[in-house]
Structure formats: C-alpha cells, structure tokens
C-alpha cells in the first residue's frame, strides 16, 4: 500500500471516529443507560489511544538494549544476558531489524541490518547448510533461507541471494517427500509439520519473485496444496501443528501457523490472481481473531518461558501482509489494539514488552522471545498518529 493510501486510510479512521463519538453522545441522552450502541462497539481504537512514531522507536531501541549482543552481532535469549537465543529466533529477530530499516531508511539500521547476518555468518558455519550440529531441523534451515531472501529484496548483496537459494536446495532435496508430497520437519523424517510447509511456499514464492524461476512457483504450490489437504480445516481455517504418517492431523493452536498459512496463500494469489488462495488467508486470519483471541481480541499469551514467545512476531509479519497487499483492512482495528494493549502493559523502567498483552509486563527476567512481538508489529504497522 503506498504512503497516500494509508493517508487516505487514516483520514477515513479519523472521520469515523468523530461520527461515533457523535453518535454515541446522542444515544447517551436519548437512550437507557443500559443500550450499548453497536456502532461503538466495533472500533476500540482511537487516535488519542495509539502509540506513536516515537513509540516505535523507543520499543526497538529498548528491545536492543536489553537483548542485542553487539559482538556476537545477534541477540540474547533473555536480560540476563548469559547466553545467546535459539538459531532459529536470531533469523526472526533479524526479520524485526529489516522491518525497522524499512520504517526508517536510517543508515544506522541499514548496518544493524548487516551486523546481524555477520552475526549469523560467524555464530552458524558460515551458514553452512550440511553442518548437522548447528542444523538439526529443516524448518529451523527455512527461517534463515526467507530472511536471507528478504534482506537480498532489501539490499541487493548476492551473497545474501546465493546464501538463500543454497540453503532452499538443501531442504528441498532432503526435505522434500516425492512419493506422498509435502516436508518432513526433523532430519529423521518423523513428522511433517505446518512449521515447514507453509515457510517453504514462502520462500519459494520470496525466490520466486527474485529470480523469475517458475520453478519456485510450481514448488510453492505443490507445496500448498499438500499443506492445504492434510493441514488446513477448510471449514473454519484452522491451521494443524503436523501430520504424523497416516494419523490424522494434530490440531494445535500457534499464531506462527496461522501467520505462514496466511503469507503462503496471499503471496501465491498475488502471483497467480487465485481468489481460492486468498479465500484461504482469511479464514485462516478470521480463525486466529474469533478462535484464538480472547474476548477482547487480544492474541494469545504463547511462551511460557519457551522459544514460542517468538511466534506472534511470525505472525505479525503475516497479517501485515494480507492487510497492506491484499486490502483486507477489516483487520486493522484488531491488530491496533493488540499493539496498544501490549505497549500500553510493557515494563515502563525498561522500555521492554510482553508476551501476554493483557497484564504488565514482568519486572524481573524476561526472555527475548516474549518481548519481540510488539516490536515486531510495532515497526510493521505505522502509528495513527505521527
């Protein structure tokens, strides 16, 4: 979405609210005390409850602050600072610094951007793909493989390119199930799970659009029909963790699923027009606010001292996707008050947030896994107010 349609957007939020508020001030005299007006009901967001451009940057800032290791070039698991986060969050959290260069345009965040595949570089083998000690799951391979693409979109340096598409061959060709389709998880081949799937279409569908190489694309959708068949409720657009032999699918709850389901289907309907692959983003975004939100709306509280604090920031580059590429803005509301519960509750001593948007955040030790999703939505989506 460009820079005049978002103005454009805003300015329609803001008329709304003005004729709500009317609205409401009316009925308040009017009608008993004990009507609710359904109009006001619908938007909980306003302006004057947003957080700011300044926010934003506070959030990551603080978030680099207590987390980010400048000589190892990657991040800490928690304040403590004793040891550095699962492999496969570093690719995530490297995610979060793009989306704030791409906020930004900052030199200095061009070379945090950098700092972090360096980072990786030197922490990982060189990203050496067949180093099975640093390596020992295909989907932990992926995250890496759709970040190196995005950080090539980002910066045009080929040896990010070169990195992705080595790292991509290298699931595939292991990964990959030829006789009853679809992408084992683990290197022994136990199970195969939403968590490989749906990134592999992505960053067949990232390669794709870089190289041109229908190959990519016809990978993506063989890739998501699989996934489509033995993952996804398509009654209610649940997403399935995994699909064990000829078990039925194990239906467990995770927004990082949802996310991918959701960035797999909006980047294959942008590529081919398919109004099925876009029916299947929504039910599967409509899934995760009326099923997996609470009664507010506000997202799940994952990560109980575990890497799965990490999965709304997943998520919230997913959504971003379907709202801003497919103009699906019937979720913008939803996904403002989540930002501003979980900046509204963050540790105001320390600038940090949350895993649970509902209550404050904790004051002692906190895991990077539960602080980065609010930043990760806060530098995807731009602030009502600037």
């Known amino acids: 979405m460009n820079k005049l349609n978002r103005i454009v957007k805003k300015s329609l939020i803001k008329y ?84 704030r260069y791409i906020r930004t345009g900052d030199e200095v965040d061009l070379s945090l951007v950098h700092d972090i595949y360096q980072g990786g570089y030197d922490q990982y083998d060189g990203y050496n793909w067949e180093n099975t000690t640093e390596w020992f799951i295909y989907d932990d391979i992926m995250w890496w493989v759709i970040a190196l693409a995005r950080a090539y979109e980002l910066t045009e340096n080929p040896v990010y390119l070169e990195k992705s598409i080595s790292g991509f061959a290298r699931v595939w060709r292991d990964s990959y199930d030829p006789v009853d389709g679809g992408m084992y998880w683990s290197f ?45 409720n398509n009654s209610n657009g ?88 497919a103009d699906q803005d019937q979720y913008r509301a939803w996904i403002y008050d989540n930002i501003n519960s979980a900046w509204r509750n963050r540790d105001t001593a320390r600038g940090i947030m949350h895993r649970d948007y509902t209550a404050p955040c904790p004051t002692g030790v906190v895991q990077s896994y539960e602080s980065s999703s609010g930043v990760a939505f806060m530098q995807l989506f731009d602030p009502l107010t600037e």
């Open 188 to 232: 022994d081949h136990t199970g195969k799970n939403a968590c490989i799937n749906y990134p592999t279409v992505i960053a067949a569908m990232r390669l794709y659009h870089i190289t041109g190489e229908v190959d990519y694309l016809d990978k993506a959708k063989d890739i998501y029909a699989w996934s489509k068949e033995n993952l996804f």
């Open 16 to 99: 709304s609210v003005g004729i709500i508020l009317l609205y409401i001030t009316v009925c308040s005299i009017a009608c008993s005390e004990k009507m609710v007006d359904p109009m006001a009901a619908s938007l909980s967001l306003t302006e004057e409850q947003s957080y700011t451009a300044a926010d934003a940057t506070a959030a990551f800032n603080a978030f680099n602050t207590y987390y980010y290791n400048p000589t190892a070039k990657l991040y800490y698991s928690n304040t403590d600072q004793d040891d550095i986060g699962a492999i496969w969050t570093q690719a995530i959290y490297w995610d979060i610094a793009m989306h």
């Open 238 to 325: 649940q997403v399935a963790d995994h699909k064990i032999g000829d078990n039925p699918p194990g239906y467990e709850d995770y927004t990082y699923n949802q996310g991918t389901c959701i960035g797999a289907a909006v980047m294959l309907y942008q590529a081919t027009d398919s109004s099925a692959y876009l029916d299947d983003a929504v039910k599967a975004a409509d899934y995760t606010k009326n099923e997996m939100s609470d009664a507010s709306g506000i997202l799940p509280a994952e990560g109980d001292w575990n890497e799965q604090g990490v999965l709304k920031s997943i998520f919230a580059h997913y959504i971003h996707l379907l709202i801003e590429e």
